[in-house]
C-alpha cells in the first residue's frame, strides 16, 4: 500500500510540474519594438518614407523568461522603418531592429517585412479601414520563435480633432514548440488634435494570450501610454505635402506579468 501511495505521489508530483511548464511556456509578448497603434495612412505611390522606432525600458522584468531571451530591464531599442508606396490601397515595408542592453552591448534583433493595405479615404469619408500582414525573423533573445506572422487589422475613425483607432492583432509563430497557435495582442489608441500642431492622447498595448482561450487576467500584459504626436492643422491637409511625424509616449506596465512596468519612446518619421 505504501509503494503504490508513493507511485501515485511520484505521478502526481510529475503531473504537477508537467502543468506548470506548460503554463509558463512563453508566448508572443507585445511587440517592444514597434510600439505603434496603425492608422490607414500610406505613402502615395513611387514615394519613399522612413520612420525610426526608438524606446528604453526604465524599469523591467531582470530574470529572463526563457534560456537565451534578453532581459527587458534597461534595454534601448531601435527600429529603422522604411516604406515604399505601390498604388493608393498598397505599401510595401520592413523593419531592421536593433537593441543595446543594460551592460551597453549592441545585438542585432532581427529583420521584417510588410505590406499594408488600405482602403482609399475617398470611399470611407471619416472611417479607415485596412490590413496590415508581416512576417519577420528575429534571434532568440528577443523571441523564443525564431520566425513569425501577424495580421493586424486596421479600424478607425477620425473628424480632424477625434481620432479613435483600434488594431486587433492576430499573431503566432511559425517555428518553435508554439508554431501556428495564434495569440490576441489588441492594441488601440485615442487623441485631440488641438489644432494647433499636434494632439494628445493615449495608447493602449495588450498580450493576452492564445486566441482559443485567453490567458487569466495575472498572466496578461497590459499597457498603457499618455501619447504626444505632430498632428496637422485643417490649413496643412489643404496643403497636401509629406509632413514630419512624431510620436512621443510614456508608458506604464497595468500588470505584474507586464515585463515592462516603465517605457519611454518616440517614433520619428517623413515621407519624400
Known sequence: MISYTKQ????????IVGVLMLSTSPARAVDLFEIQVYQADINRPWHFGLE???NYTIDGRRIPSY??????????RLTLEPA???????????????MINGDGQYRFSGVKFRAKFVVPERY??????????????????????GWANEFRPIL???DGHWLFAANPIIGYA????????????????FGYNTQRGFMLGAEYYAGLGPLTSLAPRHEQEHLLFLAFDLAETAEDSAKDEPAWELNVGLGKGLTQATPQQWIAKAIVGHSF
Open 67 to 76: 534560456p537565451g531571451e534578453q532581459p527587458p530591464n534597461h534595454v534601448g
Open 174 to 189: 511559425m517555428s518553435g514548440p508554439e508554431k501556428f497557435k495564434p495569440d490576441f495582442e489588441p492594441a488601440g489608441k
Open 84 to 98: 515604399l508606396g505601390i498604388t493608393e490601397f498598397l505599401e510595401l515595408g520592413g523593419y531592421l531592429q536593433n
Open 8 to 15: 501515485w505521489a511520484g505521478a502526481a508530483g510529475l503531473a
Open 156 to 158: 478607425g475613425w477620425y
Open 52 to 54: 525610426t522606432h526608438i
Open 124 to 145: 470611407t469619408g471619416k472611417f479607415f479601414f485596412g490590413m496590415n500582414v508581416e512576417v519577420g525573423r528575429v534571434p532568440r533573445a528577443v523571441e523564443q520563435a
